[in-house]
């Protein structure tokens, strides 16, 4: 197992189109998170799922944004009609029950 | 709120000095806290959790209830300590984290 992989690296995309990042966690952990990091700001919640539920959303979440793990395995992050302020870096970690994060190495999304 | 505040966005030490990196929360329960440390392209990685009560590295961190503090601490600072580090809560009865936005250590030759 290498870890938490997270395809894409980066992806560059135009203002009003829809983005997809995936996870895949590491395969014992039944927890998976995403977050949101911005330059000079620490990662930011967005959501986390305990096996294939989603238990936890943040408000930062909006309806453009969905999150799935279905089977509970990996994970996709979709991005609708995207607009600038998406730009971040998006991170994804897992985790056992009552165990800290492993991260990612994120995929860093840039909107032109 | 909880909120989790790390006053100094970049501190410089020469090597061979003592470290401290401040994290101050908000929290009105019993948090528990983390240190992660982000090493030039690399992932943020665990550094420590409060209640292993361990030595990482030559760091430690003791929690502090009353002054609602995390400080991570150093006695001799290496230049491969310099990194980004975060502090980061989470508060019982959930998993997500609140970090704060993170202080860039500068270890000088």
């Known amino acids: 197992d290498t870890g938490v992989s997270q395809d894409p690296r980066h992806k560059i995309t135009k203002r009003g189109q829809n983005v997809t990042f995936r996870c895949d966690p590491i395969?014992?952990?039944?927890?998976l998170y995403w977050y949101r990091q911005t330059l000079g700001q620490g990662p930011e919640f967005l959501t986390y799922f305990q096996n294939e539920a989603q238990l936890e959303k943040s408000r930062l979440l909006s309806d453009r944004f969905s999150a799935e793990r279905p089977k509970g395995s990996f994970s996709t992050l979709e991005i609708q009609r995207t607009e600038q302020g998406d730009s971040a870096m998006y991170l994804c970690?897992?985790?056992?029950?009552?165990?800290?994060?492993?991260f990612g190495s994120g995929t860093r999304l840039t909107v032109v | 709120a909880q909120r989790v505040t790390q006053p100094e966005k970049l501190l410089s030490v020469f090597k061979g000095a003592p470290v401290e990196l401040k994290c101050n929360y908000s929290?009105?329960?019993?948090?528990?806290l983390f240190w992660y440390v982000q090493y030039s392209r690399q992932r943020l990685q665990l550094l420590l959790r409060?209640?292993s009560r361990e030595s990482i590295k030559g760091f430690t961190a003791d929690l502090n209830k009353g002054e609602t503090s995390f400080h991570l601490k150093k006695p001799f600072a290496q230049e491969e300590d310099s990194a980004m580090y975060y502090c980061a809560l989470r508060s019982l009865g959930t998993y997500k984290y609140i970090f704060g936005t993170g202080t860039r250590l500068k270890v000088l030759a």
């Open positions: 395969s014992e952990h039944n927890r």
């Open positions: 409060h209640i």
């Open positions: 929290y009105s329960g019993s948090p528990e």
């Open positions: 970690a897992s985790s056992p029950a009552g165990g800290g994060y492993t």
